[in-house]
């Protein structure tokens, strides 16, 4: 399984981003039951979880990004969405897109979100 992040980027405080992962080398029906999540790695902090998506279409969310950020997933084209709005500063970090299936435990490489003040 492969997992390629992208949508990062640099913006104002108050903008929008819309990250997206991409799967591959996963069968659908492996995709479809798996729980999706979305981490972030700030720099000089561990790696937390942000967003989480399990199969059933059950979603939750770190206290910080509540009412501000949405995971999603398309099964039909394998992917993973989040789309951040409202962004603050604090949102500053590399995220992380993550599939826990039954074959795997797998991570995209990461995108740079930079949000300024």
């Known amino acids: 399984v492969q997992l390629q992040a992208s949508g990062g980027g640099s913006v104002q405080a108050g903008g929008s981003l819309k990250l997206s992962c991409r799967a591959s080398?996963?069968?659908?029906?492996?995709?479809?039951?798996?729980?999706m999540g979305w981490y972030r790695q700030a720099p000089g902090n561990e790696r937390d979880l942000v967003a989480e998506?399990?199969?059933?279409?059950?979603?939750s969310y770190q206290d910080s990004v509540k009412g501000r950020f949405t995971i999603s997933k398309d099964n039909a084209k394998k992917m993973v969405y989040l789309q951040m709005n409202s962004l603050e500063p604090e949102d500053t970090g590399v995220y992380y897109c993550?599939?826990?299936?039954?074959?795997?435990?797998?991570w995209g490489r990461g995108t740079q979100v930079t949000v300024s003040s």
């Open positions: 993550n599939i826990e299936s039954r074959s795997g435990n797998y």
């Open positions: 080398r996963i069968i659908t029906s492996v995709f479809v039951a798996a729980r």
């Open positions: 998506l399990t199969s059933s279409g059950s979603t």
